[in-house]
């Protein structure tokens, strides 16, 4: 049997390869620039519906699915999530392919902390003064890309509201975690499909006229966009929240090194500032759940020697 340090071990390791796995689909993405945003999109959208149901009948999940089917009220919150997806994935494909790399990884670094506010105001969860100041920090650095580029970041400002919006709808919604990954897609799998048959009898399918290495590479969209997904997912079982929520970072981390080192991308002053302001923000909203965390466990540990001497005593 796994020990418990060997368990927490596994997740970190699963929960790095998993956000590298994403940081690093620039270079996937990069490549097929050949291609347009669009075609990529639908090719995208329709292999990950494909390696989803693969998956699922893998990890023998099918029984859940059927049942998730008949829940009506987590269905239609699932399938709300299409737009948002088509938006988000649109948005990442077109940002990288066009020299978008650093905005996008901005949006992904203030995304969390939008969704831990959201948790306070949608959840009416507790919120702390360290989440409060987290998130005016995120709000600085959208402000002052609005103001320095005289206009809003739009790329960054996406990722972060559909992060938002797609983690509040999922924590609505309340299905298992896999096959709420097939079902949020539902909707825009007929209208890719349907969308890729057009393009392709009409002779316009940019796809189609590509090497037989980019066009491969180009149906691999659904394996290497699930797959990090699933790791994270067996990953989040693993470890706690905290460490979870902290080593997401290393995807838009990795985003940006790649943008700037690779791609040569332009670090302007504004960019800085950003990263750097939500980055501090990431520190002190992480020491807030360390110190809440803490204070829970010496609180538990607490009333459990109440109890013991409770006991002893009778």
Same mark, same amino acid.
């Given at each position: ?42 090719v ?14 893998? /990890?023998?999940? &099918? ?14 919150? /699932? ?28 949006g992904?670094?203030?995304?969390p /902390? ?30 002052? &890309? ?36 097939? @079902? ?18 009409? $002779? ?5 006229s ?7 590479l180009?149906?691999?969209?659904g ?29 838009? /981390? ?6 700037? @080192? ?37 609180? $538990? ?12 005593e009778r």
């Open positions: 049997m796994e020990t418990e340090k060997q368990i927490k071990t596994g997740g970190v390791l699963l929960t790095v390869a998993g956000n590298l796995w994403f940081g690093l689909l620039t270079f996937y993405w990069k490549t097929l620039k050949s291609v347009s945003a669009v075609d990529m999109l639908a995208r959208i329709a292999t990950s519906f494909i390696i989803n149901i693969i998956y699922l009948a893998a /990890l023998k999940k &099918m029984g859940i699915l059927r049942d998730q089917l008949k829940n009506k009220k987590s269905l239609v919150w /699932l399938l709300a999530l299409g737009p948002l997806l088509f938006v988000s994935w649109y948005t990442t494909i077109w940002g990288t392919m066009n020299g978008y790399v650093i905005e996008l990884s901005i992904m670094f203030v995304g /902390l939008f969704v831990s506010m959201a948790g306070a105001v949608i959840f009416k969860e507790k919120v702390d003064r360290y989440t409060i100041f987290a998130f005016a920090l995120a709000l600085f650095s959208i402000i002052y &890309m609005t103001v320095s580029y005289g206009k809003p970041p739009v790329i960054s400002l996406i990722m972060a509201v559909c992060c938002l919006i797609y983690y509040s709808v999922k924590k609505k919604a309340n299905a298992d975690a896999y096959v709420g990954m097939l @079902l949020e897609s539902v909707v825009d799998v007929p209208f890719a499909i349907a969308y890729l048959i057009y393009t392709f009898s009409a $002779g316009t399918l940019t796809l189609s590509q090497s037989g290495g980019i066009i491969t180009a149906l691999l969209a394996f290497f966009n699930v797959t990090p997904q699933l790791i994270l997912m067996i990953a989040q079982k693993k470890i706690s929240m905290i460490t979870l929520g902290l080593l997401t970072y290393i995807m838009p /981390l990795t985003q940006t090194l790649i943008g700037v @080192l690779v791609y040569k991308e332009e670090m302007t002053a504004t960019h800085a500032v950003a990263i750097i302001s939500v980055s501090i923000g990431i520190a002190i909203y992480t020491f807030g759940q360390k110190k809440r965390l803490s204070a829970s466990e010496k609180a $538990g540990n607490a009333i459990s020697e109440e109890n013991r001497e409770s006991l002893a």
